[in-house]
DNA sequence: ATTCCGCCTTGATGTGCATCAAATACTGGT
DNA sequence: ACCAGTATTTGATGCACATCAAGGCGGAAT
């Protein structure tokens, strides 16, 4: 027992295990049993820091593992041939990257952190090992990709069919839900990226973005100072994003 | 022997055989012994035919199986709650459909065929049982699913940042490059799909695509018969898709 | 062969966003 | 605290694509 508490105490073991990860009820060990989520501990090499604006890993770079975001905030990015480049996504703690990677052995896009973040390690092969093992496992890591998949569903259709209001309030409502699932507010939130970031993964021109929420502003629907974005009327965003084309 | 050369000869037999099958280069069995693709015919419940114009699955539906198309050609298309809907991919011979389904349990889009087809269906639980014994398909499960989600990435990119004779041109690239694969001509293809999808499938709309086609005739890159296209310059689509935006 | 209907093409016009440009606000480093 | 560089905002103008409209083609049914 005594032994325990000291193990406990020491920072270094504590900090570790995903049993006592805060993020447990996001990441990997959702829907385990304690006993499993132990062993998970085995599948995370370690951890790893990235200062930010630099990358967790580059297009072409050999893939080897997943990462599972501890803190920060990172984007990922393809590039076509002749330098044109686009933002496939924004992620945050408890969410897994590098899932393009498994395909080729080597990863298709960059993943930058837009601020200083620490990544769990899981080396892909130990990942599969595992969950040949742990059925919960294999159907977790299946849900990941599948919702990835959906994830981008959404994206395709933003891009394809969504004038630049109506993109920019789904951005909005996309992120403050899932900070919101994180323990932030529904209604405050700081952006990690740029306007021209933002422009990226929605298919607009930074200026655009920018005028699109000088346009809520005035209109009483966000309060915009910088990157802090505070939303007054969520309703009015997401009459924007579902109800816009109705009158046709 | 005799006996072997009699069970061969029942078409029945040889049909239901992924062993058999002449996509097995394409499909599921990829990269797997014999004896492996031999149990792969238990993870085949039956099979299914698609009229034209019917759906194999739809939106909400409760999700069971993955499928892979043995004939035929598919389009998956997603809808808003405003009824948008943005036609996400086209399938053909060889690929998987389903794979939106396993996150939620029930399909988040729906998957139409283009001509009668045919697909194998493949219980996911059968599938997840058996890839937890065989590593290669557990390997290539991930790897068809990772697939998707650069190939989703592609889009992305395309619906992004690529204007409308680009976004054309990468789209016949795919189509021919793919068929190819499949053992049909590098130059001439046949369209399973109106104007009107392929215009939402890359953003446009059908007049703008028809008036692509008609540039790209203009320029002597293709002839257009109808759905019937014959691709004169491919080098001229590449740099269209890849060096059109140098000049800035 | 004729008719119908969905699909496609082409023209005229409009518009949402891009582009170009310049001023201002902010951030990080020293 | 200051400076240099970057990010943001805002205005003026242009263009690529959407929209509206009309006519033509071709395949399926009779």
């Known amino acids: 027992m005594a032994d325990v508490k000291i193990q406990n105490m020491n920072p270094q073991t504590i900090k570790v295990a995903c049993s006592n990860?805060?993020?447990?009820?996001?990441?990997?060990?959702?829907?385990?049993?304690?006993?499993?989520?132990?062993r998970l501990?085995?599948?995370?090499?370690?951890?790893?820091?990235?200062?930010?604006?630099?990358?967790?890993?580059?297009?072409?770079e050999k893939f080897n593992s997943l990462y599972a975001i501890r803190t920060g905030f990172f984007k990922t990015c393809v590039a076509s041939e002749?330098?044109?480049?686009?933002v496939t996504g924004f992620q945050m703690a408890g969410e897994i990257i590098g899932l393009d990677?498994?395909?080729n052995d080597h990863?298709?896009?960059?993943?930058?952190?837009?601020?200083?973040?620490?990544?769990?390690?899981?080396?892909?092969?130990?990942?599969?090992?595992?969950?040949?093992e742990i059925n919960g496992l294999q159907r977790h890591v299946h849900k990941i990709m599948s919702r990835e998949i959906?994830?981008?569903?959404?994206?395709?259709?933003?891009?394809?069919?969504?004038?630049?209001?109506?993109?920019?309030?789904?951005?909005?409502?996309?992120?403050?839900?899932?900070?919101?699932?994180r323990g932030f507010s529904q209604s405050?939130?700081?952006?990690?990226?740029?306007?021209?970031?933002?422009?990226?993964?929605?298919?607009?021109?930074?200026?655009?973005?920018?005028?699109?929420?000088?346009?809520?502003?005035?209109?009483?629907?966000v309060e915009v100072k910088q990157r802090h974005v505070r939303i007054l009327d969520t309703e009015a965003l997401s009459r924007l994003v579902n109800h816009q084309n109705e009158c046709h």
Chains 1, 2 share one sequence.
Not at 21 to 38: K, Q, T, V
Not at 82 to 86: E, F, L, S
Not at 207 to 217: C, H, L, Y
Request: proline share 1%; hydrophobic share 40%.
């Open 21 to 38: 990860c805060n993020l447990r009820e996001l990441c990997m060990p959702l829907g385990l049993s304690a006993e499993e989520i132990d």
């Open 82 to 86: 002749d330098g044109r480049d686009q």
């Open 150 to 181: 959906v994830r981008e569903h959404g994206v395709m259709l933003l891009l394809g069919s969504m004038r630049a209001e109506e993109r920019l309030a789904a951005f909005l409502l996309n992120l403050v839900q899932r900070l919101h699932a």
């Open 41 to 60: 501990d085995d599948m995370v090499a370690n951890r790893r820091k990235i200062k930010r604006g630099t990358a967790l890993f580059r297009n072409g």
């Open 101 to 103: 990677g498994i395909v």
């Open 188 to 221: 405050e939130l700081i952006l990690r990226m740029t306007r021209e970031e933002i422009g990226s993964y929605l298919g607009l021109k930074l200026e655009t973005v920018s005028r699109t929420f000088s346009k809520f502003v005035e209109d009483g629907i």
């Open 107 to 132: 990863h298709t896009c960059d993943a930058v952190a837009l601020e200083d973040a620490e990544v769990c390690v899981m080396p892909f092969d130990r990942i599969e090992d595992l969950s040949r």
